[in-house]
């Protein structure tokens, strides 16, 4: 059975800042680009970051550009978000992704997604 688990949310102040992982068990996503996205109350689910397999390549919302980096360990099989400079607009669930079905990595066509982590950034 393939898993993504986020971990890694919670509570921030603006201006500090969150790292969230995510851990994926059941299968390799080595050879495969992995993303993260996040969805607000009352909002459509939109894209944050991407990385591909290799980690060579990274992609980011404007919103998050400059203050979030995406990385990936692929010997633990695992990607991270670094948030830093948090915003109260980045509150949202934010979930990791994996295996894209289209080369447009910043829409949410993959194949696996994790639960969701909470973070929540008060002002």
């Known amino acids: 059975q393939v898993q993504l688990v986020e971990s890694g949310g919670g509570l921030a102040q603006a201006g500090g800042s969150l790292r969230l992982s995510c851990a994926a068990s059941?299968?390799?996503?080595?050879?495969?680009?992995m993303g993260w996205f996040r969805q607000a109350p009352g909002k459509e689910r939109e894209f944050v970051a991407a990385i591909s397999w290799s980690g060579g390549s990274t992609y980011y919302a404007e919103s998050v550009k400059g203050r979030f980096t995406i990385s990936r360990d692929n010997a633990k099989n695992t990607v991270s978000l670094q948030m830093n400079s948090l915003k109260p607009e980045d509150t949202a669930v934010y979930y990791c992704?994996?295996?894209?079905?289209?080369?447009?990595?910043?829409?949410?066509?993959?194949?696996?997604w994790g639960q969701g982590t909470q973070v929540t950034v008060s002002s």
């Open positions: 992704a994996a295996d894209p079905r289209s080369s447009r990595w910043y829409v949410g066509l993959y194949n696996y």
């Open positions: 059941g299968r390799t996503f080595s050879s495969v680009a």
